[in-house]
């Protein structure tokens, strides 16, 4: 199975408390913090849910 990698480009304080849980979810635990996951539909699915604090980068 193929994986992405996700960096946390932005800040958690002032987010709405599951957006933070979603972030921690993917694994990520500050800014610039970069993680390789399964590309899986769920995983898509939190990616889509916090797409204004993470980047997926190559």
Known sequence: ???IKV?????L?????????TV???G???VNSVR????TPSVRG???KVS???KVVS
């Open 46 to 48: 939190m990616i889509n």
């Open 1 to 3: 199975m193929s994986t």
């Open 28 to 30: 990520l635990r500050r």
């Open 52 to 54: 204004y604090l993470v």
């Open 7 to 11: 960096k946390l480009v932005k800040g």
């Open 24 to 26: 921690r979810g993917l």
């Open 13 to 21: 304080i002032g987010t709405r408390e599951d957006h933070r849980a």
């Open 36 to 39: 390789e996951l399964q590309d």
